[in-house]
């Protein structure tokens, strides 16, 4: 019995010491992953620093220098995490955790998905305030007031589109937004409709009387 137990306990030190290397290892590779994550940031940011994207971009006056900022700094995140997510792969394989490796592979294939959501998401609040812009200077005979209030809707609704799309893109509840799209537009349908029926009826009544009467004259 004491045999037995002796016998347990040196494998398990001798697997215990060999496996020391290998966690040192998979360690260093996480290090480097993370310092180079940390390193390649900072370039991406003082990129964007250099280059004066934001003060470029606010030039155009339609979005604001800090909004710029936010998703640059959202961008260089996106860049950091990816990097640490391909370092953390052999890091895993080093540790003998190959099933967790599969699981970070597939979040690798849908990273691609998350910087193309983002980049709508930039293009869209860029979208969303040139249509406010037009709809506010388009009706300022009506008041300021009016103006206002017709550009903040219009602003809201690309942003509400936009974030469909960004959903959409990220593959959250695609059904279940393709269905409340289509619903929405069949819902506007029927309102244009609605509201061209019964504003438009005594126009299309006039209409069809005098066709009435040309045919008659005819």
Do not use: H
């Not at 004491?2 to 290998?22: E, L």
């Not at 103006?147 to 279940?176: C, H, K, P, Y």
Request: proline content about 1%.
């Amino acid at each position: 019995m004491f045999s037995n137990t002796n016998d347990v306990i040196v494998q398990f030190w001798m697997k215990f010491i060999n496996y020391i290397p290998d966690f040192f290892s998979g360690l260093i590779i996480l290090f480097i992953g993370l310092f180079v994550s940390i390193l390649l940031k900072k370039i991406l940011l003082t990129l964007f620093s250099f280059f004066r994207v934001d003060s470029l971009l606010n030039k155009t006056g339609l979005i604001t220098q800090k909004e710029v900022r936010l998703w640059e700094e959202i961008l260089a995140e996106l860049l950091r995490w990816t990097i640490i997510i391909l370092f953390l792969v052999p890091t895993l394989e080093a540790w003998g955790l190959s099933k967790a490796t599969s699981i970070l592979n597939q979040f690798l294939f849908y990273i691609p998905n998350i910087i193309v959501a983002v980049i709508i998401g930039f293009v869209g609040i860029i979208t969303s305030n040139l249509i406010s812009d037009v709809v506010k200077n388009s009706v300022k005979s009506l008041g300021t007031s009016s103006a206002n209030t017709l550009a903040v809707f219009s602003r809201s609704t690309v942003l509400f589109f936009i974030v469909l799309v960004m959903l959409n893109q990220l593959g959250v509840a695609q059904d279940l937004i393709r269905i409340f799209f289509t619903g929405l537009v069949v819902m506007l349908a029927l309102a244009g409709g609605l509201a061209f029926g019964l504003g438009g009826k005594d126009s299309a009544k006039e209409i069809i009387d005098n066709l009435r009467k040309k045919l008659k004259q005819g």
